[in-house]
């Protein structure tokens, strides 16, 4: 089975420090994967790196047999792999429905002329894009609200819009940063369902970074552990769950934990 | 394909309306506030793209305006000179004069484009306050430039024996392009003005405005969703510049202007940027009327003409302080709550 993503050896220094270190990962299609690890342990990083905002100092990434070192981030969106951030980053001033719109553009072909003149060609893809835009919204639940600014949503809201956003791009591959981050557990459940439909009625990839380790192992094919940089431990959940470097890096030594 | 045609259609009859009538019945001093107003428009409206589009932050729409204002008008003083020997006015609505000047302002328009594209550049590596350092200093150097331009030519006899060269630097240095034949009227003014706003409404209502809103938004997040924000910071540049240009064409153009280097220069610049501000930032209307506003609020109080220049910094301060977005932010006068709850469901459809 060759991967869809199929990163290897990847590595990164910010002046001395090696935040990222031979970093590799290969994720079949319609995989689900499961990228954890304690704070500052460099995950948000490789999200970085694999959508072009860091240029890798070595190793490859290849999504469907393209490499994609040295593209832009605009590049790798249209490539096929489309992320949400941590930090939740909407267009907040625009509407619901704009920030999903605008994610279909990747897709399209516009011109100013076109746009301009009102072509049909561009009158009918516009009509397309919203159609599409609508449809998923619906998907998640925030049709309703799609005439209301971005930053009134509240927080479960947006990152769910940041998903459907993100979804827009048509991707082979999505990257969600930390969707549970602040949701209650009845919040965390629907999300869990949510990003198995991702897969199963979109057909999309999913890597996932996530502190919730309930959502991570409820989800997740398999898992890979991250401690400063280097891949501590990766594989099924089971074996992850057990493995004692894991154990180490969550909780601390166990002479230290004894005292 | 007729939809798509009616607001240029509607914008062209009011512009022959004016023509026709607002002479006879408001008088020559209105007809000349309302080409001010007009050219204004354009301006506020097309810097709008780039500081309230895209977000980035340009003070030097003046530079694109002077450069379409003298090279339009270089054209068609030099080239009435050699095409009619004198540069007075050839009247009739399409008469030879009419299309030199026309085609003057476009050739204007399209090296003002140019000047924006090389302006635009560095706004791919410069943000915020660096940026708007560099496009002032394009409208500084610009204008040091004008002045160091030769005498107009005013004999036929030495326009004829001239080179081009000579003709392209003898803009008048810091007294002025004087002796420009006064081509611009209400007619072209909205013809342009009705360009200006179709294209700036079109853009903003299609995915085209929207990918240079998600600049503004958040550049970070409009690259991962595969908006190039390099190449569409530029294209704002490149777009605002050749609106500018053309309003620097009409303003070249316009009875009781004296086209020099001053009058393009920084404070220029300035009241347009306070007009978009004051407006909103990407609110089409909003900057038509700061720009109507901020047009006639100095001819009504022209007895305080000296406190002008302190109130526009006040208001603006105040601006930040309260509504930082401008008036309208980033909606349009017809989305405005009240008068939606009015006309139930209004779509966003519009122009």
Request: with cysteine; aromatic share 8%.
């Amino acid at each position: 089975m060759s991967a869809l993503l199929d990163v290897s050896g990847i590595s990164i220094s910010f002046g001395g420090l090696k935040a990222v270190s031979e970093f590799s990962l290969a994720i079949p299609e319609r995989g689900l994967f499961g990228l954890i690890g304690p704070n500052g342990a460099g995950k948000t990083t490789v999200f970085n790196l694999l959508t072009g905002v860091y240029r890798p100092d070595e190793g490859t990434i290849r999504l469907a047999g393209r490499d994609l070192v040295g593209l832009k981030p605009h590049q790798i969106a249209a490539a096929g792999m489309s992320r949400t951030f941590q930090n939740i980053r909407l267009f907040p001033d625009l509407s619901v429905l704009d920030n999903v719109r605008v994610a279909c553009h990747v897709r399209g072909r516009h011109g100013i002329a076109s746009t301009v003149l009102r072509f049909p060609a561009h009158v009918a893809q516009e009509r397309g894009i919203e159609e599409r835009s609508r449809r998923l919204l619906a998907l998640f639940d925030l049709d309703a609200r799609r005439h209301e600014a971005a930053r009134s949503l509240p927080y479960g809201d947006q990152r769910r819009l940041e998903i459907a956003r993100a979804l827009a791009t048509e991707p082979k591959v999505i990257l969600l940063d930390e969707p549970a981050a602040g949701m209650n557990p009845r919040e965390t459940h629907a999300l869990a369902g949510l990003i198995r439909r991702l897969r199963e009625e979109f057909g999309v990839t999913v890597l996932l970074i996530e502190h919730d380790m309930g959502l991570v192992m409820e989800i997740c094919d398999r898992i890979t552990v991250l401690d400063y940089g280097v891949t501590i431990a990766a594989g099924a959940r089971d074996e992850v769950q057990k493995n004692p470097r894991v154990i180490e890096a969550y909780l601390g030594q166990p002479t230290e934990e004894a005292s | 394909m007729i939809r798509s045609a009616a607001p240029v259609a509607a914008g062209f009859a009011i512009a022959v309306l004016l023509q026709l009538a607002a002479g006879s019945v408001v008088g020559p001093f209105a007809v000349k506030l309302l080409m001010d107003i007009g050219i204004n428009v354009v301006l506020a409206v097309s810097l709008n793209l780039v500081n309230g589009f895209t977000g980035q932050f340009s003070i030097g729409h003046a530079g694109f305006m002077a450069v379409g204002g003298y090279v339009a008008g270089c054209i068609t003083y030099y080239g009435s000179f050699l095409l009619w020997g004198g540069a007075s006015v050839r009247p009739g609505l399409l008469s030879g004069g009419t299309l030199l000047f026309l085609g003057a302002c476009l050739v204007g328009s399209l090296v003002a484009s140019g000047a924006g594209f090389l302006v635009g550049l560095p706004s791919l590596r410069l943000r915020g306050d660096y940026l708007a350092i560099v496009t002032l200093g394009f409208g500084e150097i610009l204008r040091v430039m004008l002045q160091r331009t030769g005498d107009v030519l005013t004999d036929p006899a030495s326009v004829k024996g001239a080179a081009a060269t000579t003709l392209a630097t003898s803009l008048g240095g810091s007294l002025g392009f004087s002796g420009l034949p006064y081509y611009t009227n209400l007619l072209w003014v909205y013809v342009f003005v009705t360009v200006t706003l179709v294209v700036a409404l079109r853009l903003k209502f299609s995915s085209y405005g929207r990918a240079f809103l998600s600049i503004r938004e958040n550049e970070i997040a409009a690259e991962a969703v595969g908006v190039n924000t390099t190449r569409l910071k530029v294209r704002a540049f490149v777009l605002a510049a050749a609106f500018a240009g053309l309003a620097g064409g009409l303003f070249a153009h316009e009875v009781g202007v004296s086209l020099n280097p001053r009058e393009l220069g920084f404070q220029k610049s300035f009241d347009i940027v306070i007009m978009v501000v004051l407006g909103g930032m990407g609110s089409v209307s909003g900057a038509v009327l700061a720009a109507i506003v901020l047009t006639l609020l100095p001819e009504a109080l022209r007895s305080f003409s000296e406190f002008r220049m302190p109130i526009y910094a006040l208001a603006l301060i105040l601006m930040m302080i309260l509504r930082p977005q401008g008036l309208l932010g980033l909606r349009e006068v017809w989305e405005l709550p009240w008068l939606r709850r009015r006309s139930a469901g209004g779509g966003t459809e519009t122009a």
